[in-house]
């Protein structure tokens, strides 16, 4: 017969059991002792304040009639009485009175302990005198020398009242009952959350599927809950990764069909140059200069690839350091000047001085000549650029526009995706690679702030976005 290996919940469950049942068994051995104890105890107290009574009653005298006189008024039913002196010589016995026979008591454990602490007690002894059991209990004089004695027959009565209560036993019983119940309810629940998150282990590393009943619902309880959320991420990243995916095809084919048009161009200008050996040198030359410029686009292009990769693929590897966001604007500007002089185009600086925050030098520069080269690629002619900045705390906010024709309000949401262009043919010729905004926007992310885009009323773009002051 094959068993089945025993789960999770199943092995906690016995453990758990094992030592609580450790526990109840210790806890009624420790009560049933304690308990018996304190019994014992307290009827040996009542026996030392009787003997005390005697001996206050005959003032410290041995007499039999004054013993005899003090039980009759005393009366406990089974009670004997013995006076022993120091030298284990009974004096006195209210049971029997040939003293002359009684055997030496010194060895008695009770008076043995009497004389040498006060007092002393044993349960249960066989009297060898009378040869019933008694429970003795006795008090030494230490003035007189005398040792009193009582004892009570071990009787029925007697170890009935010895005995332990029972309540307790029966409280722990049910109490085990009850644990026993609740523990299993509970584990049986944690066994199967185990269960499920084990076959959502098994299925996924095996990419099957993990729409099926038994994963569908969970214990109502809180590993249920968190079983479930397990498996909705684990679903939400599969779904994110399928996502992303379809995003890297994209992007691959976009790459591809990006650099197909200047290779295709270099490709036919060399091989007309090539096949025509005929050809003149203006018209090579021209030629060549076309290709040049094919290969500065594709540079270009590799650049920006690679801008990007190195914002996806190195998030929180980045080096930050401060960056004069005022004296990296001012490059740019006197970097573009001819081309901004060519299309008779402004750029108004209102930006103050020392502008610093904590980021990257060479992304937080790509971020403000992405957005002037984009506004010299498509603002037109005779426009204006501004940029301005203000004190937000934690943070500076920036406004960088322009005064040109704008985009249609239907591109807007789309402007920052890798490769969109408003209008494709233009954007070729002009020699941009459809990358700059996607980098302005991620840079801008990194840095822990936000960015968006508008159309100025009055026409062209308008660019909102934050920087943190201190990193990302």
């Given amino acids: 017969m094959l068993f089945s290996k025993p789960t999770v919940g199943q092995k906690l469950y016995f453990s758990i059991l094992a030592v609580f049942l450790a526990f109840t068994a210790m806890f009624l051995f ?54 022993i002196g120091k030298d284990g010589k009974v004096l006195y016995d209210n049971v029997r009175k040939d003293y002359q026979h009684f055997s030496n008591h010194l060895g008695r454990k009770e008076v043995t302990e009497a004389i040498m602490n006060g007092q002393g007690y044993e349960i249960e002894r066989n009297s060898k005198t009378l040869n019933v059991d008694y429970f003795y209990s006795a008090t030494y004089f230490r003035k007189e020398g005398i040792v009193i004695r009582s004892a009570l027959p071990y009787n029925d009565d007697l170890a009935k009242s010895l005995k332990t209560d029972q309540h307790y036993i029966w409280f ?24 499920k998150l084990r076959t959502f282990a098994n299925r996924a590393a095996r990419n099957e599927s993990l729409d099926t009943e038994d994963l569908a619902v969970f214990p109502d309880d809180e590993l249920g809950e968190i079983a479930e959320r397990i498996i909705k991420i684990y679903k939400n990243l599969e779904s994110t990764r399928k996502e992303q995916d379809v995003l890297k095809r994209q992007l691959t084919q976009n790459i591809a069909h990006e650099l197909k048009t200047p290779v295709a161009s270099i490709q036919g200008y060399l091989e007309t140059i090539r096949e025509n050996s005929g ?153 941009g690679t459809g990358l700059g905004l996607a980098i302005v926007k991620n840079a801008v992310l990194l840095h822990g702030g936000t960015i968006s885009v508008k159309n100025n009323p009055e026409g062209g773009l308008r660019f909102d976005f934050s920087l943190k002051k201190y990193g990302g």
């Fill in 279 to 431: 050809i003149d040198e203006v018209t090579k030359e021209q030629f060549i200069d076309r290709c040049y410029v094919q290969t500065q686009r594709l540079v270009s292009l590799l650049n920006d690839i690679s801008m990007l990769n190195r914002i996806d693929d190195a998030l929180g590897y980045m080096d930050f350091e401060n960056v004069d966001l005022s004296e990296t604007v001012e490059g740019i500007i006197r970097q573009t000047a001819l081309q901004l002089e060519a299309k008779h185009m402004k750029f108004i600086n209102r930006m103050p001085n020392n502008i610093v925050i904590n980021g990257n030098q060479s992304l937080l520069y790509s971020v403000f000549r992405n957005l002037t080269d984009n506004a010299i690629a498509y603002a037109g002619e005779n426009t204006c650029i501004s940029l301005e900045c203000r004190d937000g705390g934690d943070r500076w906010y920036f406004t960088f526009s322009d005064n040109g024709i704008g985009v249609g309000n239907e591109h807007l949401a789309r402007l920052f995706e890798r490769f969109y262009r408003v209008d494709k043919g233009r954007s070729r010729k002009m020699g």
């Fill in 172 to 195: 722990a019983l049910s109490a085990i009952i009850v644990l026993t119940v609740v523990l299993w309810r509970f584990l049986t629940r944690l066994g199967d959350n185990i269960s």
């Fill in 30 to 83: 420790f009560q049933r002792t304690r308990e018996k104890q304190f019994k014992t105890e307290t009827l040996n107290i009542r026996l030392q304040s009787f003997n005390a009574n005697v001996y206050e009653a005959i003032g410290g005298c041995v007499e039999e009639k004054a013993l005899n006189d003090y039980l009759a008024g005393h009366h406990v039913s089974g009670l004997r009485l013995t006076v």
